[in-house]
Antibody
Framework: EVQLVESGGGLVQPGGSLRLSCAAS????????MSWVRQAPGKGLEWVSVIYSGGTTKYAASVKGRFTISRDDPKNTLNLQMNSLRAEDTAVYFC???????????WGRGTLVTVSS | DIVMTQSPDSLAVSLGERATINCKSS????????????LAWYQQKPGQPPKLLIYWASTRESGVPDRFSGGGSGTDFTLTISTLQAEDVAVYFCQQYYSTPLTFGGGTKVEIK
């Protein structure tokens, strides 16, 4: 079955760090454009980052310099290292992908990150 | 950055009636060399991830009922639900994938009147 399963969310203090993972099955993360998209409670969707199949990465301005996207090809996993977390980073984080283009036909169920003291 | 503006914010439609959602981009998302609009539509129900409905502005994703249709080109797009069903109650988002940062519209909540 083709699916994405996120993990690693939780409660973290402002200024802290957290590492999210997204395990893929049924396809190779190295062959797809893999993205993180977040959704603050009761709000809309915000794209966070993408890693292209060739390894190039892009970030939203709101997270650039604080978040790092990567993938572990042997484990078939997408990661998001989040540092210097702020209250406004509180959201459900989804990993998502599409084939060859940057629309998303496959989403995980998301993992909740709460940044609060 | 390309700003995506959806209207209305919410919409109440009677069962069996038509629902139309608008999405406007701050610059064209039509890629001239391919003549394709880099615009997608998603449906999101509470507690669920978004579900892809439409891509290339008008191509229906496999398994999506044909009462959902997308139209428009350049900077102005629409998502139409031709005959609203109870299971269509959700929030709908448009997204441009013409350039990064990828951007979404603010969402339109569709309810039953």
């Amino acid at each position: 079955e083709v699916q994405l399963v996120e993990s690693g969310g939780g409660l973290v203090q402002p200024g802290g760090s957290l590492r999210l993972s997204c395990a893929a099955s049924g396809f190779s993360v190295s062959s797809n454009y893999m993205s993180w998209v977040r959704q603050a409670p009761g709000k809309g969707l915000e794209w966070v980052s993408v890693i292209y199949s060739g390894g190039t990465t892009k970030y939203a301005a709101s997270v650039k310099g604080r978040f790092t996207i990567s993938r572990d090809d042997p484990k078939n996993t997408l990661n998001l290292q989040m540092n210097s977390l702020r209250a406004e980073d509180t959201a459900v984080y989804f990993c998502a992908t599409g084939i060859g283009y940057l629309y998303f036909d496959l989403w995980g169920r998301g993992t909740l990150v709460t940044v609060s003291s | 950055d390309i700003v995506m503006t959806q209207s209305p914010d919410s919409l109440a439609v009677s069962l069996g009636e038509r629902a139309t959602i608008n999405c406007k981009s701050s610059q064209s998302v039509l890629y001239s060399s391919s003549n394709k609009n880099y615009l997608a539509w998603y449906q999101q129900k509470p507690g669920q991830p978004p579900k892809l409905l439409i891509y290339w502005a008008s191509t229906r994703e496999s398994g999506v009922p044909d009462r959902f249709s997308g139209g428009g080109s350049g900077t102005d797009f629409t998502l139409t639900i031709s005959t609203l069903q109870a299971e269509d109650v959700a929030v709908y988002f448009c997204q441009q994938y013409y350039s990064t940062p990828l951007t979404f519209g603010g969402g339109t909540k569709v309810e039953i009147k």
